[in-house]
C-alpha cells in the first residue's frame, strides 16, 4: 500500500468534531455543578466519511499524536460552537481553570466553568441536550496518507500534531463540522502524485522539445546571416574587381 506525507498546510487551523458525549459533573454536597467533563480526542478510532468539496476520506488519531507532556505546553481554549468570542475555560501550559488528562483512550478535560453569562449559556445549552458533542482544533504536523482498495478510499493517520489550540463544545457530533480542505488532501494522495508526476514529466519534455526547437531555429537564423555576409562579401569583391578592369 503506498503511503504520503504534507496533505496538509501546518499553517491551516483543522477542526474535527467527536461524538463521545459531554457532561456535567454532579456537584457534591447538592447544588448545581459548574464542572463540565468530556471527551476532545479519542485515539485509534477511525473518523466517519469526511467529505468536502465532494471528495470523501477517513481519519485515525494515533495515541503518539498526543502525550501528557507535549499537550501541558500547549495553550488550549474552550469554547463555545467555535466562537473564540465565547471562551469558558483554558489550559495554558497546563494551568488554568481546565484540566486536561491523556490516557490510553484520548485526550479528556474538565472545565470549572465560570460564573458569567457565556458560562451560564453553555450550562442551559448542556443541560438541555443542545451541545452534545467536543471538537478540538488543530495545526498538522506528522501524518501518513494512504489509499485502500478498488475505490481508493483515502486514509490520513495523524502521528503528531504542530499545536493544538482549542476544545470547542459543539452541536453536530460525528465529525459534522469540519474546516478541512479535503480537495488539498486529495491533491496528495499517491494516485494524484502519479498523476502530477506523469503531468510534469509530459511539460518537461514538451518544454526540453520547445528549447531544442528554439535552438535549432537560432541555428538556422545564424546560418542564414553567415550566408548573406558571404554573398555580400562576394558582391563586394565582384564589384572591386569589375573596377580594375
Not at 535552438?215 to 564589384?239: G, N
Request: proline fraction near 2%; hydrophobic fraction near 35%.
Amino acid at each position: 500500500m503506498e503511503q504520503n506525507k504534507k496533505p496538509f498546510d501546518a499553517a491551516k487551523r483543522e477542526v474535527r468534531t467527536s461524538s463521545i458525549d459531554i457532561s456535567i459533573r454532579e456537584a457534591e454536597g447538592g447544588g448545581d455543578s459548574r464542572i463540565v467533563e468530556g471527551t476532545a480526542i479519542v485515539f485509534n478510532a477511525e473518523s466517519n466519511v469526511l467529505d468536502d468539496f465532494g471528495v470523501e476520506f477517513r481519519e485515525v488519531i494515533k495515541p503518539e499524536a498526543v502525550t501528557q507532556t507535549w499537550i501541558n505546553q500547549q495553550d488550549v481554549k474552550l469554547n463555545i460552537m467555535h466562537n473564540r468570542q465565547d471562551t469558558i475555560g483554558r489550559s495554558r501550559l497546563g494551568k488554568g481553570n481546565m484540566q486536561i488528562t491523556v490516557d490510553g483512550k484520548g485526550v479528556n478535560f474538565r472545565c470549572e466553568v465560570p460564573k458569567c453569562d457565556i458560562g451560564d449559556r453553555a450550562l442551559e445549552l448542556i443541560r438541555s441536550g443542545v451541545i452534545t458533542g467536543c471538537s478540538f482544533e488543530f495545526c498538522p504536523k506528522d501524518y501518513e496518507i494512504e489509499e485502500r482498495g478498488a475505490n481508493r478510499e483515502v486514509r490520513i493517520t495523524h502521528k503528531a500534531f504542530d499545536s493544538i489550540t482549542a476544545f470547542t463544545l459543539a452541536m453536530d457530533p460525528a465529525y459534522s463540522q469540519t474546516s478541512c480542505n479535503a480537495r488539498e488532501a486529495w491533491n496528495f494522495t499517491p494516485t494524484a502524485i502519479r498523476e502530477a508526476e506523469e503531468a510534469k514529466r509530459k511539460a518537461d519534455e514538451e518544454d526540453k522539445r520547445q528549447r531544442e526547437q528554439q535552438e535549432h531555429e537560432k541555428a538556422l537564423a545564424r546560418e542564414r546571416e553567415i550566408e548573406q555576409a558571404r554573398q555580400w562579401q562576394r558582391e563586394q569583391d565582384l564589384e572591386q574587381m569589375l573596377d580594375t578592369l
